[in-house]
């Protein structure tokens, strides 16, 4: 159950909704770790939208960075977003 809320997290904020609440009955690191990083990756792509061809630009390497996230979700493995990874995890604490 952790792995499956892991992975859906990452498919738009609905996902994220539902992750959460499959995480509120089955709480584990490995979801925790995923939730972090999915909400810091919405939030970081979010904000690049903002930013006229420099934001756009770099959400191309964000949606890369989700995609590679997703596929080491799936493989059950903590994979830290380059760069703000280790922010994300310090940050969103609320997620516990």
């Known amino acids: 159950m952790?792995?499956?809320a892991?992975?859906?997290?990452?498919?738009t904020v609905i996902g994220w909704c539902i992750a959460i609440l499959l995480y509120s009955g089955n709480r584990s690191s490995f979801s925790t770790f995923h939730l972090k990083q999915s909400?810091?990756?919405v939030l970081t792509?979010?904000?690049l939208s903002f930013i006229p061809?420099?934001?756009w630009a770099a959400s191309v390497f964000v949606f890369?960075?989700?995609l590679m996230?997703?596929?080491?979700?799936?493989?059950?493995e903590k994979y830290s977003v380059p760069f703000l990874g280790e922010y994300?995890?310090?940050?969103?604490?609320f997620i516990q």
Not at 6 to 11: D, E, H, L, R
Not at 69 to 76: H, T
Request: no cysteine; proline share 0%; glycine share 8%.
């Open 2 to 4: 952790a792995k499956f």
């Open 6 to 11: 892991a992975v859906i997290s990452y498919f």
């Open 39 to 41: 909400l810091g990756l």
């Open 45 to 47: 792509f979010t904000l």
């Open 53 to 55: 061809l420099i934001g």
């Open 64 to 66: 890369i960075i989700w």
């Open 69 to 76: 996230a997703i596929y080491y979700a799936i493989l059950g």
């Open 88 to 93: 994300f995890q310090r940050h969103l604490d």
